[in-house]
């Protein structure tokens, strides 16, 4: 026993020591990680759902049906927070009704601690694609931003041919 000890007991603690120091990182790395989405909430609430919500509201008025969703806790992979402005028009006469609504999504991935958006576009018979925008650091998100893109959006929607 003290020869196994004697040749094993200095890699079992050096291994002890080093799933200790792993375990400190991963700590670090969770709480770097859970202040990151607490800000993007904050900012998703104080900044983003705001500016969405005015054009919901003139999405709402000129005959569009539009939703915007927050998913703080949605989970796919490495996104970990989302909220998109998905919409349809109401008052198509057309019986075709497409599977896909244009929608635009903003949101967080880890461990990059990096805000994304994705836009998926369609068309009125439903076809189209979805593209990553763009990805940006956190404090990029500002309100003129979230305008700015929210524009941008719709813009190239409505006027596609």
Request: glycine share 8%; hydrophobic share 35%.
């Amino acid at each position: 026993m003290e020869a196994i000890e004697k040749k094993l007991g200095p890699l079992i603690d050096n291994y002890i020591q080093k799933s200790g120091e792993r375990d400190a990182k991963i700590g670090e790395w969770s709480k770097e990680n859970e202040d990151f989405k607490n800000t993007f909430n904050q900012l998703v609430e104080t900044v983003i759902r705001p500016e969405m919500y005015k054009v919901y509201q003139l999405l709402d008025n000129k005959g569009f049906k539009s939703s915007i969703f927050h998913e703080s806790g949605h989970q796919v992979g490495s996104i970990v927070g989302l909220i998109g402005l998905s919409l349809s028009y109401k008052d198509s006469s057309n019986e075709f009704v497409p599977s896909m609504f244009p929608t635009l999504r903003v949101g967080i991935k880890l461990p990059e601690r990096k805000v994304f958006i994705s836009e998926s576009k369609f068309d009125a018979s439903g076809f189209g694609c979805t593209t990553l925008e763009g990805t940006y650091e956190i404090d990029e998100i500002t309100r003129t931003f979230v305008i700015e893109k929210l524009s941008n959006f719709f813009n190239t929607l409505f006027t596609a041919e």
